[in-house]
């Protein structure tokens, strides 16, 4: 019965939807080889399913993208069809894609309607930061998933501060590649740059994310700095978002947007509610190194982000190693916001970690329906946690 009806569906229902000349392709294809193919969502698992003559249909997880000649694209991990224009269709179960990439209702056989592209508006952000005025420098030096990053802000007694220095380095933590030498000749280089720009000894701190935690070489690097007389915190995944909030989100902002931090080793997404910041973790733009599956990522990702209150998903302050990649070719000089475009535009980032990332940024899209991803050029949870200090 369920064969015969995605069987109907196809014939007299999906075909229709193509274009004459699909039609006829289509048509001459299935008569020369008595096969026929499409796409459903089953048990929240979209397939492919291919039936052919005088024998059980065939049913396989679809694990890749497909794109369609029209330049439709079927994103196998968000169970969304995308058209060329960005706007997209969430599959629901049950629901049809014909080998042409036209989609139908399990139950009405008509296609529905594509939600409007999220993300890219082309509403200005237009928010400028409010100054320090008469600020004290403060520093600090992060130990990340993916590298050694400096912070020199000035901060003033309302905590309005401003990005004085900063410096990305490349420790590769979490390769476990870095030598006892490496780390100790690393952190004095950091640390006496923070001298001579005017930061003062006491002022000088150092920060373990929550991703470079799980890195097994980060205990000789904290070792390393217990040496050199320096405390050294370590956050947790909530602590690093609730951080990462307080830097990234402009006090106007904070009853009605989100926050989401791409790391390396885990992504945390951040909202205000009654006056105190929740935070939800998922996976990391690394997650592929411990080979999980990409739908397993875009699933766990899809549900955390749906958290988000309804009133307070129209803006998004993104941040992270991806978010940066995917707004370095928008910059328009020093400008201090960079509104990102839909993950399709980002499709051609090279390697693994910004297609991982591109898959987080995709679900957390898909799940809020945000209009508007402002990459902050100057934010980062460390300064977060200078902003925390007395």
């Known amino acids: 019965m369920r064969n015969g009806l995605l069987t109907s569906l196809i014939l007299g229902g999906l075909l229709l939807l193509a274009s004459?000349?699909?039609t006829v392709a289509q048509s001459t294809t299935d008569a020369a080889s008595e096969r026929m193919s499409w796409y459903t969502m089953e048990n929240n698992t979209?397939?492919?399913r291919t039936s052919t003559k005088n024998k059980p249909v065939k049913t396989t997880p679809v694990t890749k993208d497909v794109t369609f000649p029209d330049g439709v694209h079927l994103e196998h991990a968000s169970h969304a069809l995308v058209q060329p224009d960005?706007?997209?269709?969430?599959?629901?179960e049950g629901d049809i894609v014909s080998a042409t990439g036209q989609l139908a209702s399990a139950s009405t056989s008509k296609p529905r309607a594509a939600k409007p592209a999220w993300g890219g508006t082309s509403a200005p952000f237009?928010?400028?930061p409010v100054a320090p005025v008469n600020g004290k420098l403060k520093g600090v030096v992060e130990l990340g998933a993916s590298g050694f990053n400096m912070f020199i802000i000035r901060v003033d007694e309302q905590r309005n501060w401003k990005l004085e220095k900063v410096e990305y380095g490349n420790s590769l933590v979490m390769e476990n590649m870095a030598t006892e030498d490496d780390i100790r000749k690393g952190l004095k280089a950091y640390i006496g740059q923070m001298l001579d720009f005017g930061v003062g000894g006491r002022d000088i701190h150092f920060v373990v994310s929550s991703g470079a935690d799980m890195?097994?070489?980060t205990a000789p690097i904290v070792q390393t700095l217990k040496t050199l007389n320096y405390v050294v915190t370590t956050v947790t995944p909530t602590r690093e978002g609730a951080l990462g909030f307080r830097a990234a989100v402009p006090k106007p902002y904070m009853e009605k947007a989100f926050m989401v931090d791409m790391g390396s080793g885990n992504t945390k997404i951040a909202w205000q509610e009654n006056g105190t910041t929740k935070v939800i973790d998922t996976y990391g733009s690394k997650y592929f190194q411990q080979s999980t599956d990409t739908a397993v990522v875009a699933r766990d990702v899809r549900t955390k982000a749906a958290q988000v209150p309804s009133g307070q998903r129209t803006t998004c302050f993104i941040m992270g190693g991806v978010p940066f990649e995917m707004?370095?070719?928008d910059r328009q000089g020093t400008e201090?916001?960079?509104i990102l475009k839909p993950a399709a535009a980002y499709a051609q980032l090279p390697g693994a970690k910004a297609q991982a990332g591109l898959t987080i940024y995709r679900a957390i899209a898909a799940a809020t329906g945000c209009q508007q991803f402002v990459f902050?050029?100057?934010?980062?949870f460390t300064i977060g946690y200078l902003l925390s200090l007395p």
């Open 20 to 22: 004459p000349q699909q």
């Open 327 to 329: 707004a370095k070719p």
């Open 126 to 128: 237009t928010y400028q």
């Open 215 to 217: 890195a097994k070489v």
């Open 86 to 92: 960005g706007s997209r269709v969430e599959l629901k």
């Open 336 to 338: 201090p916001y960079t």
């Open 46 to 48: 979209l397939v492919l």
């Open 376 to 380: 902050g050029w100057d934010t980062n």
